[in-house]
T-cell receptor
Framework: DTGVSQNPRHKITKRGQNVTFRCDPISEHNRLYWYRQTLGQGPEFLTYFQNEAQLEKSRLLSDRFSAERPKGSFSTLEIQRTEQGDSAMYLC???????????FGQGTRLTVV | ELKVEQNPLFLSMQEGKNYTIYCNYSTTSDRLYWYRQDPGKSLESLFVLLSNGAVKQEGRLMASLDTKARLSTLHITAAVHDLSATYFCAVDMLMNTGNQFYFGTGTSLTVIP
C-alpha cells in the first residue's frame, strides 16, 4: 500500500489520559499535515512539517498537543490530558514540495469518554 | 484569515435532477480542490482546479473555477443515489512557510431514489 497510513483507526480513551497517533506519509513526500475534523465540520488545519521541521502551528494546537516528525518520515501527534472536546477525526495528509495535490490518510477517530 | 464558505450546507435531491454547489472564498487563490467524504471515511480527491476558468468533468460531476469572483462550483447532473456524500471544497493558500489547505464547511448531499 503506497498511500498515507494512519494508526490506530479508532481510539477510545478516558478523559485525562494521553494518546498518540501515527501517520506514515507517502514515502517521497516531504510535506506532512495534520488536520482535525469534528462532526459536521470541515477539516481544520493543526500543523505542518516540511521534512523534520515543524513550520506552522494553528492556534487550535493548544499546549496539550504536540507533533513530531523526527526523521522526516513518519509523524506522531500526541494529546496529553485528553478532554471530551478533543473527540474528533484526526487526519494526516502528505504531498511533495511543489506538487498540486495532497493525499489524505484514512484518519484516526478519537473518542474521549 | 481566509474564509471558505459553501452553500447549501444540506442538499436533498431526487434522482435524475440537476443541482449546483457553490464555494466562495475570501482571498486570492488560483488553486481549488473538491473532495468527497463518505460517513466515517477520509477524503477522496475529486477535482484539482489550477487556473481561472478551469473546468473539469468526471461522470456526473463537473467543477469550475472563477478566480476573479473567488467562486467555484460543483455541478451535479442527473443525480444518482451513489453520489450521496459530503462534498468539501478547499483553497490552497501559499503562506510564508508553504502551502496550506483551508476547507469549506461542507455540503451534505442526499440523493433520494
Amino acid at each position: 500500500d503506497t498511500g498515507v497510513s494512519q494508526n490506530p483507526r479508532h481510539k477510545i480513551t478516558k478523559r485525562g489520559q494521553n494518546v498518540t497517533f501515527r501517520c506514515d506519509p507517502i514515502s517521497e513526500h516531504n510535506r506532512l499535515y495534520w488536520y482535525r475534523q469534528t462532526l459536521g465540520q470541515g477539516p481544520e488545519f493543526l500543523t505542518y512539517f516540511q521534512n523534520e521541521a515543524q513550520l506552522e502551528k494553528s492556534r487550535l494546537l493548544s499546549d496539550r498537543f504536540s507533533a513530531e516528525r523526527p526523521k522526516g518520515s513518519f509523524s506522531t501527534l500526541e494529546i496529553q490530558r485528553t478532554e471530551q472536546g478533543d473527540s474528533a477525526m484526526y487526519l494526516c495528509a502528505s504531498r511533495s514540495q511543489g506538487a498540486t495535490e495532497a493525499f489524505f490518510g484514512q484518519g484516526t477517530r478519537l473518542t474521549v469518554v | 484569515e481566509l474564509k471558505v464558505e459553501q452553500n447549501p450546507l444540506f442538499l436533498s435531491m431526487q434522482e435524475g435532477k440537476n443541482y449546483t454547489i457553490y464555494c466562495n472564498y475570501s482571498t486570492t487563490s488560483d488553486r481549488l480542490y473538491w473532495y468527497r467524504q463518505d460517513p466515517g471515511k477520509s477524503l477522496e480527491s475529486l477535482f484539482v482546479l489550477l487556473s481561472n476558468g478551469a473546468v473539469k468533468q468526471e461522470g456526473r460531476l463537473m467543477a469550475s473555477l472563477d478566480t476573479k469572483a473567488r467562486l467555484s462550483t460543483l455541478h451535479i447532473t442527473a443525480a444518482v443515489h451513489d453520489l450521496s456524500a459530503t462534498y468539501f471544497c478547499a483553497v490552497d493558500m501559499l503562506m510564508n512557510t508553504g502551502n496550506q489547505f483551508y476547507f469549506g464547511t461542507g455540503t451534505s448531499l442526499t440523493v433520494i431514489p
